[in-house]
C-alpha cells in the first residue's frame, strides 16, 4: 500500500491542483486539510466559518488553508444562480414542486448543503475537485455531483472502483501487484450500458490512478457462453451485451469477456476456456455484474487474500468528486485529495 500511495501523493503533488473540502465541522478534515498542504500534496479550499473553525481546533495551523464561509463570501450568490440555471425544470421529487423556486431559494439550499457549494465552486471552475462525505452519506455527497457535475463525455454512469494492492511478495495472478475491482459500491443493478461505462472509466482508473496498463475482464459465472441463467436474472446475455458495447465505444481497450473469474486471472484457465482471448489468464481490471457480486468479491479479496484496498475512487464525473467513508481516519482523507488531484484535468 505504502508504495502505491506515496506514487499516487508523489505525482499529485506535481499537478498542484486546488481541492475543496466542505466539512470544515469535521476535525479529521481540518486536520487533513493542513497536512496536505504541509506535504504539498494539493492546494486545499476548506468551507466553514474561520472563527468556529480555528476554535474547534486550536493547535492546528490553517495558514496555508483557504478557508471560505459561504455566508459571507463574494461568490455565494453567483453560485446560486448557477444553480438555480443548472436544474431549471427540475420537479423534487418529494413535493412535486420545483427544486429550487428563485435565486435566493437556491442561496438558501446552499447554505444549508456545502456538499452542494463545493459542486458549484468546482462546476465553476473555482477549484479542481471535491472531497467530502466524512459526516455525509454517501448519496447525499454524490447527489450534488451527479446532479450539477454530470458525467464526462462518452461517459452516462458514474460509478467507482478499488485499486486492490496484493499483499507483499503474493503477485501470483497480477504481476503488478495491483488490480481494479468495479463497482462495488455505487451502481445496484447496472444495466449492460452502464457496465460498459463502468469498464472503460475503471480502465482510466487503472491507468490514471493504480499506473497499469488495462486488460478488462467483464466478470460472471460463465465463460464464453459456458453458463445460461436465460430463466432467472438474464445476467449472462447482460455481460455479453456489455462487452460488445464497450467494445464497440473504446475499441483500443483490451477487454473481453463474460468471463469467470478463474478464467480472467489463471492463464492456464484462460488458455483452456477461451484461448483466442487477449485478456483470459491476464486480467488485471474486473468488472463485476451488479454491487452484490462487487461488494462481496473485494471484501474477500481484503480478508481471505489479505488485500488492501484504496477507495471506493469515483470515476465517470465531468470533474473529479470523492466520498469518504464515515469512518475515515486523517490519512485516509490525505490519500483521497492526492487520488483527487491526480484525477483533475
Ligand atoms: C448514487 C446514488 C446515491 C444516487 O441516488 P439518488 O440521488 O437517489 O439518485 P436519483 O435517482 O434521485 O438521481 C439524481 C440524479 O443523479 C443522476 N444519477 C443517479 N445515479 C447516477 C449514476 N450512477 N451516474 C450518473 N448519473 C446518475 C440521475 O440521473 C439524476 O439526475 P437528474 O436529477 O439531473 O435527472 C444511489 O444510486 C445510491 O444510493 N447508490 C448506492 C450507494 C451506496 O449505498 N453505496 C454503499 C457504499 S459501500
Do not use: W
Not at 174 to 180: E, K, L, N, S
Request: hydrophobic residues 45%; negative net charge; charged residues 20%.
Amino acid at each position: 500500500m505504502a508504495g502505491v500511495l506515496e506514487n499516487i501523493k508523489k505525482r499529485a503533488s506535481l499537478k498542484n491542483k486546488n481541492i475543496v473540502l466542505p466539512e470544515g465541522e469535521d476535525s479529521r478534515v481540518v486536520v487533513a486539510a493542513a497536512q496536505a498542504v504541509k506535504e504539498g500534496l494539493a492546494k486545499v479550499t476548506l468551507l466553514g466559518n474561520p472563527e468556529e473553525i480555528a476554535k474547534a481546533n486550536p493547535t492546528v495551523d490553517l495558514s496555508g488553508v483557504n478557508v471560505i464561509d459561504p455566508v459571507t463570501y463574494a461568490k455565494t450568490d453567483d453560485y446560486a444562480a448557477i444553480l438555480f440555471e443548472a436544474r431549471k425544470g427540475k420537479i423534487n421529487k418529494k413535493t412535486g414542486l420545483p427544486e429550487y423556486a428563485d435565486i435566493p431559494a437556491a442561496r438558501a439550499s446552499i447554505l444549508k448543503d456545502y456538499t452542494m457549494y463545493a459542486a458549484l465552486m468546482l462546476k465553476a471552475g473555482d477549484v479542481d475537485g471535491l472531497v467530502s462525505g466524512a459526516c455525509h452519506s454517501t448519496a447525499n455527497t454524490l447527489r450534488p455531483g451527479l446532479q450539477v457535475i454530470k458525467t464526462m463525455p462518452g461517459i452516462n454512469t458514474v460509478s467507482s472502483s478499488f485499486v486492490m494492492i496484493a499483499p507483499e511478495g503474493y503477485n501470483e495472478y497480477i504481476p503488478d501487484g495491483v488490480a481494479v475491482f468495479a463497482d462495488c459500491a455505487i451502481n445496484i443493478e447496472p444495466d449492460a450500458q452502464q457496465l460498459a461505462d463502468i469498464a472503460i472509466s475503471s480502465a482510466e482508473t487503472a491507468k490514471s490512478i493504480a499506473g497499469l496498463e488495462p486488460r478488462v475482464a467483464m466478470l460472471s459465472f460463465s465463460t464464453k457462453g459456458s453458463g445460461n441463467d436465460d430463466k432467472f436474472f438474464k445476467s449472462v446475455p447482460k455481460m455479453q451485451e456489455a462487452t460488445a458495447i464497450a467494445k464497440a465505444q473504446a475499441p483500443d481497450l483490451i477487454l473481453d469477456g463474460e468471463f469467470q473469474f478463474d478464467a480472467a486471472v489463471a492463464p492456464e484457465v484462460g488458455k483452456l476456456k477461451a484461448p483466442d482471448s487477449k485478456v483470459a489468464g491476464n486480467a488485471n481490471v474486473f468488472v463485476f455484474p451488479n454491487i452484490n457480486a462487487g461488494n462481496i468479491g473485494y471484501k474477500i479479496a481484503q480478508r481471505f487474500g489479505k488485500f488492501l484496498a484504496l477507495g471506493p475512487i469515483c470515476q465517470g464525473f465531468a470533474k473529479p468528486i470523492n466520498d469518504l467513508s464515515r469512518g475515515c481516519s486523517v490519512e485516509d482523507v490525505i490519500a483521497v485529495i492526492a487520488i483527487t488531484a491526480l484525477q483533475a484535468e
